[in-house]
């Protein structure tokens, strides 16, 4: 019995094997709905060399940072805007809140360098209060970002490509959230 099953089985398998023909229908393209391929060589006359910073715009997605030097252009710096935005809408912190401490982390997520012997070179990281905010008309064009002068961190962070980008601010400018409820 089990020798007809096994056989029957097979013989089913065997039989549902379909040939698929990949030409089938082809022939009922219309002749004008057929692309013709031409290629075409032209000298490149008007193509130069351009600073790549002219092609910067800032991210709502990731926080770039750090600075190339080229022989034909010089000194690249690459920085970013955030905006801090609280997770709730709504924030209740008591009847008289004391600011404590006001701390920023962020993981590292990817690290690029022109020579990879530079990957974990320690960068300062000067952080700034925006005295305007971003446009978001001008998000991703070569726009200027307007911020003060006095850094908003105790110190100064320091990153190597390695590890998160962690600091605090300062107590002048965390008190200034304590006062944001909505």
């Not at 089990?2 to 039989?15: D, G, S």
């Not at 709502?60 to 010089?74: E, K, P, Q």
Request: aromatic share 12%; glycine share 6%; hydrophobic share 40%.
């Amino acid at each position: 019995m089990k020798k007809i099953l096994v056989a029957i089985a097979l013989l089913a398998a065997l039989m549902s094997c379909v040939n698929v023909n990949e030409k089938l229908g082809g022939d009922f393209i219309a002749t004008n709905m057929k692309y013709d391929f031409h290629s075409a060589t032209f000298d490149l006359n008007d193509i130069w060399m351009k600073p790549s910073d002219s092609l910067s715009a800032y991210s709502s997605r990731r926080i770039n940072f750090g600075a190339i030097r080229d022989d034909t252009f010089g000194l690249f710096r690459r920085g970013c805007a955030i905006i801090l935005v609280p997770v709730v809408d709504s924030v209740y912190l008591g009847e008289s809140p004391i600011f404590k401490r006001f701390r920023f982390q962020a993981e590292i997520d990817s690290v690029s360098v022109a020579d990879p012997s530079q990957s974990n070179i320690l960068q300062n990281v000067y952080v700034y209060d925006l005295t305007e905010p971003l446009d978001p008309k001008k998000y991703y064009s070569n726009t200027e970002v307007k911020h003060g002068s006095k850094r908003i961190t105790k110190g100064v962070p320091i990153v190597n490509g390695t590890d998160s980008l962690t600091f605090e601010f300062t107590s002048e400018f965390g008190e200034k959230y304590l006062k944001i409820t909505q």
